[in-house]
């Protein structure tokens, strides 16, 4: 069950007092991997703050070192004419490296060069993960130092050794500046590895500095809550992993709606989730509850709408804002008027219900609807229940046993407009099909769920889902212990959802069982759908 205790360190990610980190450094004889080499290799392996070890080599590159890089370096030819090829380093050079996460100035450049060396040796490119030195820079010290180069940096931290393009005295100066770096991310909140890497990304957003909003979040599902001066909710999402998410919003997100949001945003609260399943059935709950004025496109309506089949003797289609208990068959929730308007018009476009609204016998002459002969209606007083009955029936087996029965009468249609040429009116049929179509299968997923009852059903990976009556009840992962679980209350039973919010729940549970192998641990009823399927419109 959601819970608001954060769980375990673990958590949090890969603390980086735990990560071993291989600062490296190579010179080269230029600036491009496809037609340059390697003269010189140096790295520091550095874990805690403590000193693991140093690898150094001069490399024979099987050419002549240009004279600009010999008076950068200092690197002569007469220097690696001895030293070993790359091939004989490569392979002490990776078990030197190891899984360990290389650290680098500019670690693109270098990273360039071993992979191209790793490739043609054989041994493919480097899987390790990088942290550039020079992106850290630029995110937290741009505005105390002069520069970004190795030499200003390494001065600003006060660096023991000082760069001089050769590169295991640069490794070690880079080292320094590391730990300087890391220091000043950490007073940022950045204290796991993820962080770190993500952490230069951030393109200067104006609102950088909320990032320690992100700071106690646990690596869990859960939904998270950005919140105004005021402690108004203005904002609710999910996410797989809470951390990781929230602290994205801080990296460089340019849209106006994301700066919008982050300059309201004064505070922040969270709910750990068991599952993902958990954490979205909470989003929407929170979302209906709160109403938050940045959740735009989630944003609930203010009435949900049905599409209902009075209990009349001659029964019509209505639009209601609120079930009808009487009605002889409905489908929805719709978010809004125009959405249902649809799918009426296409139950419309297939049979000829009854349309006028007056009292059967009232009127002297046929309305215009059975004037066109595109609705049988009780009107003038000619129309028997004999005659209408068998309409009702095909509106009633349309929705709940035989969608062919509605969907057809409209693919037909919509085919015969295609071939007369009049495109457009067809695709306004293909839309109400299509319309008609979803809500359909909508309701037989609702009944399907609620006339099972109570249902657990469990993931391959040990994802336990418990439901009742078609809402959410609780969910475990593999790592916890079932929640216990009241007895269950016999939920009200409805033909359809009973508003927007349950409905956008009831196809949250019906994509999360259809997007997984499933093993049904137990069910109060028979649970499954009606043997003939909601049809599909074909191409041509």
Partial sequence: ??????????????????????????????????????????????????????????????????????????ITHAMVVEAPKIGTVFPSLLEFIGDSVVVGHNVRFDRSFLDAAGVRLGYGKLPNRFVDTAGLARRLVRNEVRNLKLQSLAAHFRSPTTPNHRALEDA????????????????????????????????????????????????????????????????????????????????????????????????????????????AITEVRLIHAHRPRHNRRSKPPKSSHFVTLTNEPFPRLSLTRTLRPDARAVLGPFRSRRSAELVLTAI????????????????????????????????????????????????????????????????????????????EEAAWVRDRHLALGRAIEKERRWRALTGAGRIELESLDGEHVVMDGGRFTASWGSDGQAPLIPPPIAPVQTAVPPDVQVAEEADLIWRWMNERPLLLVDSQHGFGLPSRPVPELKAG
């Fill in 1 to 74: 069950m959601a819970s608001l205790i954060q769980r375990t360190f673990d958590d949090m990610g890969t603390s980086l007092f735990d990560v071993t980190f291989c600062v490296l450094d190579l010179e080269t004889t230029g600036g491009s991997p496809a037609d340059c080499e390697i003269t010189e290799i140096g790295a520091v392996k550095v874990r805690g703050g403590e000193f693991l070890g140093e690898f150094q080599t001069l490399i024979n590159p099987g050419g002549v070192i240009p004279p600009f890089i010999t008076i950068l370096t200092g």
């Fill in 172 to 279: 070690r100066a880079t080292t320094f500046v590391f730990w300087g770096l890391l220091e000043r991310a950490g007073s940022l909140g950045v204290t796991a590895l993820e962080d770190l890497i993500q952490l230069p990304t951030a393109r200067g957003s104006a609102h950088y500095h909320k990032i320690s909003m992100a700071k106690e979040l646990p690596r869990s599902p859960g939904v998270y809550m950005f919140k105004d001066r005021h402690g108004e909710v203005i904002y609710v999402g999910k996410a797989k992993n809470l951390r990781t998410r929230v602290a994205a919003y801080f990296y460089g997100d340019e849209r106006k709606s994301i700066t919008n949001l982050l300059r309201e945003a004064q505070g922040l609260d969270h709910i750990v989730c068991d599952t993902e399943l958990e954490a």
């Fill in 348 to 423: 419309w476009d297939a049979v000829p219900v009854r349309r006028c609204t007056g009292r059967p016998g009232s009127r002297n002459g046929r309305c215009a609807p059975a004037q066109m002969g595109v609705a049988m209606c009780p009107c003038d007083g000619t129309l028997t229940r004999h005659a209408y009955d068998p309409v009702v029936e095909q509106i009633i087996a349309g929705i709940e046993s035989d969608p062919a029965l509605l969907l057809t009468p409209l693919a037909d249609k919509m085919y015969s407009l295609a071939a007369e040429q009049r495109f």
